[in-house]
């Protein structure tokens, strides 16, 4: 349903920006990678979706933050693969410090890649997707963009940012066959929080049910992770023609947790 549509998916070498790619490109559309990684495994990750799909895929090892690298993600999106139709503006990071003590250097670092990096890769798609009447454009917000937890300072003001940027773009572009919206999941099951179970049972003297509930999951009523797939999912359904008119949306993926 997504055939000769091309993509471009931030933070598509890992966790949820994967699974998107994967949903994308098992679609039909085109889908450009960008993400850090062994040169050599990203670009047998991108030759295996080609494969499987039987469609074109690339990776690019673009730095987010940096506007000029993004540019040319885009340019080579454009040149190898097609005009980004589909842009999903995914790559993150966290760093969590009492605000106290909060390096400026990882304030700066984190709103460069959690929120203007949206700025920098949506200014550069909206033209051509405005010219051609379609275009899709997802930001992987998160339920800090709607709540915060302690020390988390950045991280929250970026996904409340992204969230307004989010809107922002929608307005201009809602006359024009695009869409723009987040995703703002809950917990989900990522390497990332994996790797944080064993140390975390160790450090509090819990089992590996416990962290789960007790820690990772605590605000999270459903006591289940959101998965990747579950994600992919729902940015697949955003791509659809039944979500034409969902456009400034943010769509929680919580198990419940800003419900409280
Ligand atoms: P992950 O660590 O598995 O993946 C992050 C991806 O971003 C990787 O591909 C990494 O290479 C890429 N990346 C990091 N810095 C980059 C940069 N400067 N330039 C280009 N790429 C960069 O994490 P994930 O859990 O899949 O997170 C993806 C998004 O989902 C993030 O925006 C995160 O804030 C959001 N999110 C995650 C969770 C969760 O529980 N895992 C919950 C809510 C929101």
């Not at 760093?95 to 003590?101: G, K, Y």
């Not at 023609?241 to 456009?247: C, F, G, H, L, P």
Request: glycine share 8%; with cysteine; aromatic share 6%.
């Amino acid at each position: 349903e997504l055939t000769d549509r091309t993509a471009l998916v931030t933070g598509g070498t890992s966790g949820i920006g994967l699974a998107i790619a994967k949903a994308l490109a098992a679609a039909g559309a085109n889908v450009m990678i960008d993400g850090f990684g062994e040169a050599s495994e990203c670009e047998a990750l991108a030759r295996s979706l080609a494969d499987e799909h039987g469609i074109k895929a690339a990776w690019t090892g673009a730095d987010v933050s940096k506007p000029d690298q993004l540019a040319n993600a885009v340019d080579r999106a454009e040149t190898e693969l097609g005009p980004v139709d589909i842009l999903v503006n995914n790559a993150g990071v966290q760093h969590v410090a009492p605000v106290e003590d909060f390096p400026v250097e990882q304030w700066d670092r984190i709103i460069a890649i959690n929120l203007s990096s949206a700025f920098y890769a949506t200014r550069l798609v909206v033209a051509g997707m405005k010219e051609r009447g379609w275009g899709r454009v997802i930001n992987t917000a998160s339920a800090h963009s709607l709540v915060a937890s302690p020390y988390k300072s950045a991280y929250v003001a970026a996904k409340h940012g992204l969230v307004g940027f989010t809107k922002t773009v929608a307005l201009e572009t809602a006359a024009h066959g695009v869409t723009v919206n987040c995703i703002s999941p809950g917990y989900v099951w990522t390497p990332l929080v994996e790797k944080q179970i064993p140390d975390t049972m160790k450090a509090r003297g819990l089992s590996r049910e416990q962290v789960i509930e007790d820690v990772l999951l605590k605000a999270q009523p459903t006591k289940a992770f959101v998965t990747v797939e579950q994600v992919a999912a729902m940015a697949l359904f955003l791509c659809s023609d039944a979500a034409s008119q969902v456009t400034g949306a943010n769509i929680s993926m919580d198990g419940g947790w800003t419900a409280q």
